[in-house]
C-alpha cells in the first residue's frame, strides 16, 4: 500500500513540475527535465507506476472530455497526452 501511494506521489509531483517552473523560473528546469526522466524510467518498469499513469489519465479524460467541458479542453487533453506520452519513449 505503501508503495502504491509513492507511486501516486511521485505522478502527481511530476505533473505539477510545469507549475513550479512557472513559479520559480528556469531554475527549476534541470530538476523538471530529471524527475521527469526519472518518472518515465519507473513508468518503464514499476506496475504500481504504470496503474498510477492509467488511472490518472482515465480520471482525467473523464473531466475533460465530459459533455459539458468545452471541446477544445478535450482536444488539448489529448494532444497534451499523446506529447507527454511520445517524450517519455524517448526518454526509455
Keep these: ?49 504504470q496503474q498510477a499513469v492509467s488511472a490518472l489519465a482515465t480520471n482525467l479524460g473523464g473531466v475533460f472530455n465530459h459533455r459539458y467541458a468545452p471541446s477544445f479542453l478535450g482536444r488539448l487533453f489529448d494532444r497534451l497526452k499523446s506529447l507527454v506520452a511520445l517524450l517519455a519513449s524517448k526518454v526509455v
Excluded: D, W
Excluded at 20 to 39: D, E, K, N, W
Design 1 to 49: 500500500m505503501t508503495q502504491a501511494f509513492g507511486a501516486v506521489s511521485e505522478i502527481i509531483v511530476a505533473g505539477l513540475a510545469p507549475l513550479s517552473l512557472v513559479t520559480q523560473g528556469f531554475r527549476a528546469l534541470p530538476v523538471a527535465f530529471l524527475y521527469f526522466q526519472h518518472v518515465a524510467r519507473r513508468h518503464a518498469t514499476s506496475q504500481l507506476h
